[in-house]
């Protein structure tokens, strides 16, 4: 790596590396001159040997070894790909992604690859060799171009974080104390452990945990180790990864370790990667339990020379930027079936020419396998992640609007499937044959229209239907509720006045809020006024309506106090048109803080609540939904009481999953009745302490809402991300009292749904609301064979009511491939969707399984799919070489970063409130949500030239990749960090704080001034454009180096170790290649 | 005679008291044979403008079981400083304040023209007036204008400072809160769930005590701390916000399917105004108004599904226990009624619709309070709108003419026990000596709570003597019955008034004679002699009313039929007593001045609405008799036997008989019925009338003639309460139904022949006739066999 590194981007980055070792060894107080280290070898070399102090000598020499070793480890990379050997097409183009990277690199590469595998050795030091295990992450099929682009991991730091949040981020933690360090990691290790021997068997004294001082020495390790497992990629600069677990308090953090396996690698292959050594030592003393997935058993003594090299290893960085300079450039354009679309993360346009986009629809795989066997063989899940609704550039055109006439729109007479580009037209156009289940239907005589010479309509281009991959239909009387159109729905706002609101400033800010609000409600295409009516309820022990009729003086309040069986009390005059009652809610709102400014009430419902609302809408015969702001544990006596049931003790338990239950049946009583009436809840909670987000969530998450927290919630601090999720949230185009069905070729069927709606039979998934960022995923199974011809095609059909109240169903669909050859599934898949169910079915099996099952679960899920492909796919290959599909090399960071995050792994301050609303907060993403929310982005904000506009490449989220003179932002979706190294230069502090030295840079600022200078707008511009990507607002903390805020910002650099015992990426990939080898064997 | 009538004149002036009998029998036995019980009508509050209170407290007897007050019948031992009472004989001494006492030096309660007096207690809180509105919203919108229009007229007629409430109800019931500025704030409850007090209560947060009781005050049990009700504000602090709350009252807002009745959930609404006070205001004077506009037709006390097409229940389906709801909808409003009134609040009900609105059911809410009971058409008549305004009348004191939270004690002298009372009053349990076991009326104690009074509301009370015959009291003894009335006078204070009355009572009258002879003996002439005393002494009058309430009281419980019955044998067991007659001779048959009227009382009693019940709904009936049972005597004299005038060319006005002979072609006709006010004109006038003659100034005495019957109606119409309804109608009209329905159709379509043209209208109508009757009654009267 060094090589490749060096040559260009060396140099920036280089300095950082040197830095952090000097942390490591000097436990930070060292090593300013670390910087210094000319090349970043020689950084790595520092440190070494200071950890290697420590430890017995034995590692001494390794650490020069291992220089060298990151190097060959590197060329094992290209040989990799060369191995892998240029496949698809598509892989192909990647290629050039990576050479921007370093395109130097990549000449090198290929001459390399020669080098490989053997080489290991060469560059190193014999030591090196023996310790690397081989692995090789490949890009199986052709990937190699982009493999090598991993290699060459930019040498820079790239953080990338995902995984496990802090928890203390952003979803508010309490302000309970933050563990520190290790404490609560260890049990979670030890329930890794036993994996982890699995393998180890061999590894010479492996499972010596803990204690294991074992691994100091590294020499033995080396002797001993001989375990066999070859595949992790281990790293190289053990230190660097080591900082960045160890993080804070503990010293010395464990190694991560892969190292008792790698002795069998370290025959095998590179050498180069062996280099890592020294550390571990450190390592597994401390903190050896820590270690995550049973990796440290062996580690410790194998050796500490083993490491990949994490600039080895795949980068999600570098794959993103591959495909962001391979794919970002050209639209996409839909005309072909089974096409891998381009990654979320990539800026594309999309060409609607007959597949819906993939903003609509993705796919874990564009190609299916023909039978049921192969994708059992696979185990690739076969998931689309449906977003009905999605929101598309401005230089998109959304649907087009369909009318039909009286008839409705045209549909296959059996399936009920809706008429789309796929159907055929036959016998000169007067019947078509239905793609989904063959059915042959008339066409009806107004919709005749001739074929062409190829079968074509010919007015198949003047028709969305015939021509589009998405487009509405308008919707019939027959679609709707009652056999009557519907009334244009309302919104109900519905504010807690107890006390704990009162007190935080939030009602007088809301209410403050609301009076410019209410004139952005949602408002269908041209229309000049929004159809949307509104009303209040403000509500404590008791309910309180509002009159609030145009013809009144002043509004009415109407308290109902009987909250044991909610009725609303008025008819009229509740929900009202704004501009015509406008002065009325004026004064309303200007009231509602005054009339209780003094209460003494601390007490209030919840479950009333909704229903009021509910009974609300139904009395106005309309759909809608309901906003609810909420601070406490509804323990006032009423139906859906709850009661504080927050125990921590439960954690890792069998009756962990209690946790995310409901503690009453009740509110699923209520959902139900919710959707039955298309009222939709959002509720914006803002607790000071348990509030069971479990159970308060169930009507949001039924009824297709959005769960908003804002733990100690404090107007100085949260207004403005309160105000703009608010604003986002009320403004945003919904579809309400919305089924949708997804309709399939005959072969595979729709099983199973992952979402925020309802479903009262197995097909049909109702949503009370659906807005543009609510994601529905579905699984789907083969009941028969697939054609490899035909394809298989989904269709999915969502009929909602517009806000202005027009009944329409939107029908997306998608043609897939089909294939008899598991190689063309491979190559067809896409990672991120994958996780994206991964994530939600993992997410959904925390309900009723221990977390350590479901973890399980998705560990061996995982290596079965790559156990596979190694064996069916790859060409053949040493054991000990792990080869990762070009598609999938992302898989095991990413899984990793899912295992770790804090439902499926909490840390010691992660409350159970947290887990339930991240929980419930994950089932609904998209995939470009979830791909950051688990992965990171990570950028330096110093590192390019000020005058450069766009925005900095990321890097890879992991503290090795920080540099102390640096300046880097941090946000996954919710969180949003500005991290500040503790040697930024002066001026730079200055022009963006406005203050004259780091000290004097307040940890935990929330907004960054406004200074009129180039790099404060560009940062300020940067932070903006994030959080406008983003559904939600990323509430901004500046973190410096080495302050006590940095515990939570390190929670997120997931490639690292976490404190709650996640495994650093490089630990898990080994781990991973060990179960994989297990599955071959 | 004409001395006992001016003696029992100036006795009702004085006591506002007529017994039915002024001389007492000496014993039980004879006081049995008098067929009539001993009895009285009481006023409590008679008017007296020429007794100004007196301010301090009544002297009592210091017997525990005795407690009378000092009276103008106490013997007085001035140098010793004691007084005896004249019930149990107790000797008293004078508090200290009486040091100066001597016969010429007496406190006005020992002056024999203060057998009234009043007086005012000064301890104690001063609780302000309470007047709660509750008011459907269901109702057509000019007929709510109007009422919200008098609701706001109201606000300037009540005293600044007694409190005011709001309750709407349609669908919901909502309890207004009163003091907020700047937003109308409500709470709102569910028509159809009944609710305890306790609940209804705590839902409207009355269980917290919102504010802590200022220490300065030492706080009572009867004291609440006004401020604690948001909902119950004096007028003056919030009069402008609650005409603006009145204002925007709007209809019901629930809309109203075609066939359906609006929803009304008058059960729970009155539910919760009672619930209201019983936490806030408990034995504190308060008026709960009831305005309603229909009938309830959901949740506890509906009267009536909501379906049009099933109709409210007729006397018919009550007969035929066809009558769904009533049984429930009566227990629920007794409870109500029973709650309010065992917390000194009374209820009143208005109730306007055309239809019936439920008032059978809810009778007991008015009857057991003391409140009103008033039924019109619409709230959009002057009928309403001048009762309602009436009710807040004033005395020559400017004082309201309504006072609450009553209770009235009787004490007897030891002859006497009570047997009970019949007005608009609960039974307070007092057991006491002086508690007979008989009952009648409501009996079984000794105190009742009268929770609304005005001058006007009269109880009947009724005695059993109980000396025994053979130990009877010297003659010319007098019995005495004392009456004390503690009471919240409109300008919020206590006051105690006491009447203390005597009779004398005849010793052993009848000494002689034995049941059921007749015939003269040795001991006739000096039973005679005493039997004129007792007839002298008899009040037809007083004991027509009496025993009409014991007849109507019967029939709230029984068969029409069975207290016709039951009246008819009293009536000639009276006869057969009192009557001179030779047996089995009806034409000898006499009754003497003092009893001359009494048959015809209970001949047009037995034809009252009061106890018939065809042509009257049960809503009809409920309010008749809701009002018979608290007038004074002259009102209920002429509610039983309606007043007739008679005008003509022929000279001034005079009384005529309630006789279809009166009605004549060239006469006009007044009747007073005090419902109804009807003026009829003859054929010929009215012919007349159309010929337009009164224009016509030659004519003008015709004008006139036509004007005095208006000006007088105008006058009886100002006076009433309440207002009665006001019909002007001629010969022919479909409304002088009203007028031949009351008259005695002494002509009918089976005599009118006899009887020849000239003399009169004929009624069609089967009933007999007066002349029928009295032939009856002479037959059984002088029969031996009955």
New interface residues.
């Given amino acids: 790596m060094n090589v490749n590194q060096s040559a260009p981007p060396v140099p920036p980055f280089g300095q950082p590396q040197p830095v952090y070792p000097g942390y490591h060894q000097s436990s930070y107080g060292g090593q300013p001159g670390s910087t210094a280290a000319p090349t970043p070898y020689g950084a790595y070399n520092g440190p070494v040997p200071g950890y290697q102090q420590t430890p017995p000598p034995g590692a001494p020499p390794a650490s020069t070894a291992q220089a060298p070793g990151g190097q060959a480890a590197y060329g094992q990379f290209g040989q990799g790909d060369v191995q892998n050997g240029p496949s698809s097409t598509v892989q192909m183009q990647r290629l050039p992604g990576s050479q921007p990277f370093g395109s130097a690199p990549l000449v090198p590469v290929v001459s390399q690859p020669a080098v490989l595998q053997p080489y290991g050795p060469p560059p190193t030091s014999a030591q090196v060799t023996a310790q690397l295990a081989g692995m090789h992450i490949s890009g199986a099929v052709a990937p190699v171009p982009p493999t090598s682009g991993l290699g060459y991991g930019p040498p820079t730091s790239l953080a990338s974080a995902s995984g496990s949040f802090p928890n203390s981020g952003l979803y508010g933690s309490y302000p309970q104390g933050q563990a520190q360090g290790h404490p609560g990691a260890q049990p979670p290790q030890r329930s890794v452990l036993p994996q982890a021997s699995s393998f180890t068997p061999s590894a010479s004294g492996g499972p010596r945990m803990p204690s294991m001082t074992g691994p100091l020495l590294p020499g033995q390790s080396f002797g001993g180790p001989p375990v066999s497992q070859p595949n992790h990629i281990s790293s190289p600069p053990p230190q660097a990864l080591t900082p960045g677990t160890q993080m804070s308090g503990p010293p010395g953090p464990p190694p991560p370790m892969h190292s008792s396996q790698q002795p069998g690698y370290q025959l095998q292959q590179n050498g180069s990667f062996g280099p890592a050594r020294g550390p571990q030592p450190n390592y597994g003393s401390p903190y050896p339990g820590t270690a995550t997935f049973g990796s440290q058993p062996g580690p410790p003594q194998p050796l500490p020379p083993k490491r990949l090299d994490p600039d080895a290893i795949p980068s999600p960085i570098q794959v993103i930027e591959d495909d962001r300079n391979n794919r970002g450039s050209e639209p996409f354009i839909t005309g072909v079936r089974g096409q891998v679309p381009p990654l979320v993360t990539t800026n594309f346009l999309v060409k609607d020419q007959g597949n819906a986009s993939p903003r609509y629809i993705r796919c874990t795989s564009y190609n299916i396998p023909c039978t049921s066997d192969m994708a059992k063989q696979a185990q690739v899940p076969l998931a689309a992640v449906i977003k009905p609704l999605a929101r598309l550039p401005p230089e998109e055109a959304s649907p087009y609007v369909v009318d039909h006439g009286e008839s409705g729109p045209l549909r296959c007479n059996r399936c009920k499937a809706y008429m789309c580009p796929f159907m055929q037209f036959i016998e000169g156009g007067r019947r078509f044959q239905c793609c989904f289940c063959s059915c042959i239907n008339d066409v009806p005589p107004q919709y005749f229209q001739h074929l062409d010479h190829t079968g074509k309509r010919v007015d198949a281009y003047d028709r969305p239907e015939l021509s589009l991959g998405s487009y509405e239909f308008l919707a019939t009387v027959d679609y709707c509720k009652n056999n009557k159109f519907p009334s244009p729905p309302a919104f109900i706002f519905m504010i807690d006045v107890s006390y704990n609101a009162i007190r935080s400033g939030l009602v007088r800010l809301l209410c403050e809020e609301l009076k410019s609000l209410l004139d952005f409600l949602p408002r269908e295409g041209g229309a000049e006024e929004s159809a949307v009516r509104v009303g209040f309820v403000t509500y404590n022990k008791?309910l309180h309506?509002y009159n609030v009729k145009s013809s009144?003086?002043?509004?009415?309040?109407?308290?109902?106090?009987?909250v044991g069986?909610m009725?609303v009390?008025?008819?009229?005059?509740f929900l009202v048109n704004v501009n015509e009652s406008r002065t009325v809610i004026t004064?309303?709102l200007?009231?509602i803080p005054?009339?209780f400014a003094d209460t003494r009430e601390t007490e209030t419902v919840f479950a009333p609540v909704i229903q009021a609302g509910m009974e609300a809408l139904k009395a106005a015969e309309c759909a809608g939904k309901l906003f609810l702001f909420h601070t406490s544990l509804p323990i006032a006596e009423a139906p859906g009481k709850l009661k504080n049931r927050d125990d921590r003790k439960l954690i890792n338990t069998d009756k962990e999953k209690t946790l995310f239950q409901p503690q009453t049946g009740a509110y699923q009583t209520l959902a139900k009745e919710c959707v039955a009436q298309g009222c939709c809840v959002d509720l914006f909670l803002f607790p000071n302490q348990y509030v069971d987000v479990a159970t308060l969530s169930v009507v949001p998450q039924l009824t297709g809402g959005s769960v908003y927290k804002y733990a100690c919630f404090q107007v100085e601090n949260d207004q403005e991300r309160f105000l703009s999720d608010l604003r986002r949230d009320v403004q945003k185009v919904v579809g309400f009292d919305a089924v949708m069905r997804v309709r399939t070729s005959t072969g595979i069927r729709a099983v199973d749904f992952f979402g925020a709606f309802y479903m009262s039979n197995t097909t049909d998934v109702e949503l009370a609301g659906l807005d543009g960022d609510k994601t529905v995923t579905v699984e789907f199974k083969h009941d028969d064979r697939l054609n490899e011809e035909s394809g298989a095609l989904l269709q999915c059909a969502l009929l909602y009511t517009s806000c202005a109240g027009q009944r329409r169903l939107r029908i997306h669909n998608l043609a897939l491939n089909c294939c008899t050859q598991l190689a063309d599934l491979y190559r067809n898949c896409e990672t991120d969707t994958l996780i994206n169910y991964m994530a939600k079915f993992a997410y959904r099996g925390v309900l009723n399984s221990p977390v350590k099952t479901v973890r399980d679960t998705l560990i061996t899920q995982c290596a079965q799919i790559l156990a596979c492909y190694r064996k069916n796919c790859a060409s053949p290959s040493s054991a000990g070489q792990l080869i990762l599909p070009e598609c999938m090399k992302l898989l095991p960071v990413y899984l990793n970063c899912v295992l770790k995050s804090d439902v499926l792994q909490p840390g010691a301050e992660v409350t159970t409130d947290d887990r339930a609303y991240v929980r419930q907060l994950v089932t609904s993403m998209d995939v470009a949500e979830t791909n950051v929310f688990f992965y990171p982005r990570l950028l330096p904000l110093t590192k390019s030239p000020i005058e450069n506009t766009t925005e900095p490449p990321a890097v890879r989220a992991s503290e090795e990749r920080l540099s102390n003179g640096d300046i880097y932002l941090l946000e996954n979706g919710l969180n949003l960090f500005l991290w500040v190294g503790a040697s930024v230069q002066q001026g730079v502090v200055q022009s963006l704080f406005g203050v004259s030295s780091f000290s004097q840079i307040t940890s935990g600022l929330s907004v960054l001034p406004v200074l009129d200078n180039l790099l404060s707008k560009k940062v300020r511009g940067l932070i903006d454009g994030l959080r406008a990507q983003r559904s939600r607002y990323m509430k901004l903390i500046v973190v410096k180096q080495e302050d006590k805020l940095e515990m939570l910002f390190k929670h997120f650099l997931v490639e690292d170790k976490s404190l709650s015992g996640g495994a650093s990426y490089v630990d898990f990939l080994c781990h991973m290649h060990k179960e994989i080898r297990q599955l071959l064997s | 005679m004409a001395t006992y009538l001016e003696f029992i004149q100036q006795n009702e002036e004085r006591d506002g008291v007529r017994f039915s009998w002024n001389v007492w029998p000496s014993s039980r036995l004879e006081a049995t044979r008098m067929v009539v019980p001993l009895a009285c009508l009481l006023t409590p509050l008679k008017e007296r403008p020429d007794l100004p209170p007196v301010q301090y407290e009544p002297v009592l007897c210091s017997r525990p079981t005795c407690k009378a007050i000092l009276n103008p019948l106490c013997q007085v031992d001035y140098r010793a400083r004691l007084w005896a009472c004249n019930f149990c004989f107790q000797r008293n001494q004078f508090p200290p304040a009486y040091a100066g006492i001597s016969e010429v030096n007496q406190p006005a309660e020992l002056m024999p023209q203060f057998s009234t007096i009043e007086y005012v207690i000064q301890r104690g809180p001063q609780s302000p007036l309470i007047f709660l509105y509750v008011v459907d919203t269901c109702l057509e919108e000019d007929d709510l204008q109007a009422l919200k229009e008098s609701l706001q007229m109201s606000l300037s007629l009540l005293p600044p400072d007694s409190l005011v409430g709001l309750i709407t109800f349609g669908r919901m019931v909502q309890v207004h809160e009163l003091s907020c500025e700047g937003i109308s704030k409500s709470y709102v409850f569910r028509g159809t769930k009944d609710l305890t007090a306790k609940q209804i209560q705590d839902m409207l947060g009355l269980t917290k005590p919102a504010v802590p009781v200022q220490p300065a005050r030492p706080a009572q049990p009867h004291e609440q701390p006004f401020v604690s009700s948001r909902f119950l504000q004096p007028v003056h602090k919030i009069d402008m916000n609650l005409t603006d709350l009145l204002g925007e009252l709007q209809r019901d807002p629930w809309p109203v399917p075609q066939g359906k009745r609006p929803l009304r959930s008058t059960g729970v609404a009155v539910s919760i105004a009672v619930g209201l006070l019983e936490g806030t205001f408990p034995n504190t004077g308060a008026r709960i108004m009831l305005f309603m506009g229909g009938p309830p037709t959901q949740g506890p006390g509906m009267v009536v599904g909501d379906e049009l097409k099933v109709p409210i229940r007729s006397w018919h389906d009550i007969e035929k226990d066809n009558a769904r709801f009533m049984k429930k909808a009566t227990k629920h409003y007794e409870m109500l009624a029973n709650r309010a009134a065992a917390n000194g609040h009374c209820i009143d009900i208005y109730a306007c619709a055309l239809d019936q609105t439920g008032l059978l059911e809810m009778k007991c809410c008015t009857n057991l309070t003391g409140g009103y009971m008033v039924m019109g058409d619409s709230f959009n008549t002057s009928l309403f709108k001048q009762t309602f305004q009436r009710i807040f009348s004033k005395d020559f004191n400017g004082h309201f003419r309504m006072a609450f939270g009553a209770t009235l004690e009787v004490k007897t002298s030891r002859e006497l026990k009570i047997a009970g009372a019949i007005g608009p009053c609960v039974s307070l349990n007092v057991k006491g000596p002086c508690v007979s076991e008989n009952e009648l009326g409501v009996g079984g104690t000794s105190q009742w709570k009268i929770c609304g009074l005005d001058p006007t509301s009269t109880l009947g009370i009724y005695f059993e003597v109980v000396s025994q015959h053979n130990a009877p009291i010297p003659q010319g003894g007098r019995g005495a019955v004392q009456f004390v009335t503690h009471y919240q006078h409109s300008s919020t204070q206590r006051r105690i008034r006491v009447t203390t009355v005597a009779r004398k009572e005849l010793a052993r009258a009848f000494p002689g004679r034995t049941r059921g002879t007749n015939s003269g003996t040795v001991s006739w002439a000096d039973a005679q002699s005493q039997l004129k005393h007792i007839e002298a002494a008899f009040d037809q009058e007083a004991a027509a009313v009496l025993m009409a309430r014991l007849g109507v009281f019967r029939a709230e419980s029984e068969e029409g039929p069975d207290v016709l019955r039951w009246l008819d044998r009293q009536l000639i067991r009276l006869c057969q007593k009192f009557g001179q007659y030779n047996k089995e001779d009806p034409t000898s048959f006499r009754l003497s001045d003092s009893f001359s009227l009494y048959p015809q009382f209970m001949f047009h009693l037995r034809r009252s609405p009061f106890l018939q019940v065809f042509n009257n709904s049960p809503d009809e009936s409920s309010c008749y008799r809701h009002h018979f049972a608290r007038q004074d005597l002259t009102q209920s004299l002429i509610m039983i036997q309606p007043i007739l005038y008679s005008y003509s060319f022929h000279g001034p006005p005079e009384p005529v008989l309630l006789d279809s002979s009166s009605i004549l072609p060239d006469r006009i006709l007044l009747m007073d019925t005090f419902f109804q006010i009807v003026i009829y004109l003859g054929e010929t006038i009215a012919q007349w009338q159309k010929a337009g003659y009164q224009d016509m100034p030659e004519y003008e005495n015709f004008k006139h003639l036509l004007q005095a019957p208006l000006d007088d109606a105008q006058e009886i119409l100002q006076a009433r309460f309440p207002m009665p309804r006001y019909i002007n109608t001629e010969h022919g009209g479909s409304q002088a139904r009203f007028l031949l329905s009351k008259v005695n159709p002494s002509q009918t379509h089976n005599n009118l022949y006899a009887w020849g043209q000239e003399t009169g209208a004929p009624i069609l109508t089967d009933d007999v006739s007066l002349q029928v009757f009295m032939d009856h009654l002479k037959k059984l009267a002088v029969s031996s066999a009955c």
């Fill in positions: 008791v309506f009144l003086a002043q509004p009415q309040m109407m308290v109902v106090s009987d069986d009725f009390p008025l008819l009229d005059g004064s309303l200007d009231q005054e009339m």
